[in-house]
């Protein structure tokens, strides 16, 4: 594919992923921090936010799989991840951790589980879209990575 | 005042929002110490009592060992007046009010941004 292509491409996708609320401003204050001393910043925040959010939902399934209930965990472990999600703009992420959060407070487990599988599917929609992104965004090079903001 | 010279403590737990508000802080050109619970957020500042204390604490609510609440109190008890500011997801007004109690002087939502750290170093006139 050539650079041109190539650039089409990751700003088609990159406006899909707010077109279609699946990241919000937060993501494009990530890439207003990013310059030529951290070049990567970006897929750095990005990366920490990939790999903390599996074990934190799977430290919730085990932990909702447990008797007796503990929402107060369930509560814990679904605010790091709501603070995790917010910090690269994964509104999507962020909005059912707090629908979570609401069920853990009413211990509603039945709310809870559900709030689950939610964020799980809206989890992997999301991990599979920002690593086809950042993969194509090594393809046109550090300098791109330096300056693309915004576009 | 020189914002280079500005001192800030972060006091996070979570590596990711301690990456992004690092790079906040350094945008800003401010200096930045970390702690990553409130019980080394405590030590830190009562290092420093007396000489170099700290311009603004922006401290996180759930951390491991002593959460952002208590660290707040006893901060305070020590008799440290520096602006604290809480930066927490958590920001239902009971979370914001239970802050205020402790003795903090504002509260943000998380994530920090160049916005809000403008904001609050402009409240403390520390811009």
Do not use: W
Request: charged residues 30%; glycine residues 6%; proline residues 3%.
């Amino acid at each position: 594919m050539d650079y041109s292509n190539l650039r089409r491409q990751i700003t088609f996708m990159k406006k899909s992923f707010f077109d279609q609320g699946y990241l919000d401003e937060q993501f494009h204050q990530l890439e207003e921090l990013q310059d030529e001393s951290s070049p990567n910043f970006v897929e750095e925040v990005v990366v920490l936010f990939l790999k903390d959010s599996p074990r934190l939902l799977s430290n919730i399934e085990q932990t909702i799989g447990k008797y007796p209930q503990d929402f107060y965990r369930l509560d814990s472990l679904v605010h790091q991840l709501k603070g995790s999600g917010s910090s690269i703009g994964a509104v999507r992420m962020k909005n059912e951790c707090s629908v979570f959060k609401a069920h853990c407070n009413d211990r509603n487990l039945e709310g809870c589980r559900r709030s689950l599988q939610k964020m799980k599917r809206e989890h992997a929609t999301l991990k599979q879209k920002l690593e086809s992104y950042f993969q194509l965004l090594r393809q046109v090079g550090p300098r791109e990575h330096a300056v693309n903001s915004r576009n | 005042m020189d914002r280079r010279r500005i001192r800030v403590l972060l006091v996070e737990d979570e590596e990711i929002n301690r990456v992004v508000a690092r790079a906040v802080l350094r945008a800003a050109g401010v200096e930045a110490d970390e702690a990553e619970n409130g019980a080394e957020a405590v030590r830190r500042v009562r290092e420093r009592v007396g000489a170099g204390a700290y311009d603004l604490i922006l401290t996180d609510k759930q951390m491991p060992v002593m959460d952002g609440h208590e660290a707040t109190r006893q901060i305070r008890a020590m008799g440290v007046t520096t602006p604290i500011v809480a930066v927490s997801s958590d920001s239902l007004p009971s979370d914001v009010q239970a802050f205020i109690t402790a003795g903090a002087d504002d509260f943000m939502p998380k994530p920090l941004t160049k916005e809000k750290l403008g904001c609050i170093l402009s409240k403390f006139g520390l811009a």
